[in-house]
C-alpha cells in the first residue's frame, strides 16, 4: 500500500471513530435522510401538473392531458411516499406502519393539488394586474420569481400543515436559493398575493397574510427577538397582514402581537413594531437628501415635505 493510500485510510479510520465516538445523528445512518435531488423533482413534476399547459412532460411520448397528468400524479406519489417514510421513520423507514402513514399524508396532499392550483391562479392574476410591466399571464409563470417562491410555498405549506418533517423547509429553502425570496413553509398566505422584484424578502414562520396584499424586495416580516431559542417555538412571533395591504421595499414589520390593518399601505424602509389601524398610510417621517459635490461647490440639504394625509411610525 502506497503512503497516499495509507493516509487515506488514516483519515477514514479517524473520522469513523469520531462519528462513533460521539454518537452524532448523522453519522452512519447511509441513505437515511431526504434526497434533494429527489424533492426537487417533485416540486418539478408538482409544477407540470399545477401548470399543465406550460410545464410539459418530456418523457410522454403521445400527449394527452389525462395521460400526462396520470403518469407524474403516480411519480409524485410514488416518490414523494418514500421521502416522507424516510423523514418519518429513519432507519425504520421501511416499517409497515410509517409506510401507511406516508401513504396517506401523500395521498391527502396529492387531493389538496387542485386547492394550490385555485390560489396560485389568483397569485398569477393578481401578479398581472398589479404589474404594468407584465405584458402577459404566460411572461409571469414562465419567468416571475416572485411567482415561483409563491408556488414552492403553497406546496410545501400543505405539506407543513399536514404534519410533515424536514421536507417542507427543503422546498422553500430550494426556492430562497433560486430566487433569494425566503418564505417559511409555516406562513399562511391568503389568495392573490403578489410579490413585486422580491429579492431579500423574509417570511417567517407564524406570518399571517390576507388576500390582495402586494410586496416588494426587501421586506421583512420578521420576529421582534429569537433570543429565547427553542422556547419560542410555536409561539406567534410574526405579524399578522389584514387584507389588501402594500408593503413597499425595504420595511421591516416585526413580532407576533403586530396587526396591520385593512387598505394599510406601508411605505418603504419603515421599520414598525406595532399595530397599524386600517386605512393608515405608514411612512419615514423626516427624511432627508444631501447633494454632495466638491469643494467649489455648496451642499444642498433638502428635507422631504411631510405629506399630512399619511399616519407615520416614529
Known amino acids: 500500500m502506497s503512503t497516499f493510500e495509507s493516509n487515506i485510510n488514516d483519515i477514514v479510520s479517524d473520522l469513523i471513530g469520531y462519528y462513533e465516538k460521539e454518537n452524532t445523528k448523522d453519522n452512519v445512518g447511509v441513505f437515511n435522510h431526504p434526497d434533494k435531488e429527489v424533492i426537487i423533482d417533485i416540486l418539478s413534476s408538482l ?23 396520470s403518469m407524474l400524479i403516480e411519480d409524485v406519489m410514488f416518490k414523494l411516499t418514500k421521502q416522507i417514510a424516510i423523514v418519518l421513520g429513519g432507519k425504520d423507514k ?42 402577459s399571464k404566460d411572461e409571469i409563470i414562465y419567468s416571475y420569481p416572485g411567482l ?39 406562513a ?27 410586496i416588494y424586495q426587501g421586506v421583512t416580516l420578521g420576529a421582534l427577538s ?27 414589520i416585526l413580532g407576533g402581537d403586530t396587526v396591520i390593518g385593512k387598505d394599510v399601505v406601508i411605505g418603504g424602509n419603515a421599520f414598525i413594531t406595532r399595530s397599524v389601524p386600517d386605512g393608515a398610510k405608514v411612512s ?12 467649489s461647490r455648496p451642499v444642498e440639504r433638502v428635507e422631504i415635505e411631510e405629506d399630512t394625509s399619511w399616519f407615520y411610525i416614529i
Not at 390560489?119 to 393578481?126: F, G, K, L, N
Not at 409563491?150 to 426556492?175: C, D, K, Q, S, W
Not at 412571533?237 to 425595504?250: A, K, Q
Open 188 to 214: 399562511t398566505i391568503g389568495k392573490y398575493f403578489f410579490i413585486d422584484h422580491g429579492t431579500g424578502i423574509v417570511i417567517g414562520e407564524t406570518t399571517v397574510i390576507g388576500s390582495n396584499v402586494k
Open 47 to 69: 409544477r407540470k401538473i399545477i401548470f399543465p399547459g406550460y410545464f410539459r412532460n418530456g418523457s410522454t411520448k403521445v400527449y394527452t392531458l389525462r395521460n400526462n397528468l
Open 226 to 252: 429569537t433570543r429565547g431559542g427553542q422556547a419560542l417555538k410555536s409561539k406567534k412571533r410574526h405579524p399578522t397582514i389584514e387584507d389588501n395591504v402594500t408593503i413597499y421595499s425595504g420595511a421591516s
Open 284 to 295: 419615514v417621517k423626516n427624511q432627508e437628501l444631501r447633494y454632495n459635490y466638491d469643494a
Open 148 to 186: 415561483f417562491a409563491i408556488l414552492v410555498n403553497r406546496i410545501a405549506h400543505e405539506l407543513f400543515t399536514l404534519g410533515v418533517p424536514v421536507i417542507p423547509r427543503m422546498m422553500t429553502e430550494y426556492a430562497h436559493s433560486e430566487t433569494g425570496i425566503d418564505i417559511h413553509p409555516g
Open 94 to 135: 421501511n416499517d409497515e406502519q410509517i409506510v401507511e402513514k406516508a401513504q396517506r399524508m401523500t395521498l391527502e396532499f396529492v387531493k389538496r393539488i387542485r386547492r394550490i392550483r385555485e390560489y396560485i391562479e389568483t397569485d398569477v392574476q393578481a401578479a398581472y394586474d398589479g404589474d404594468p410591466a407584465a405584458y
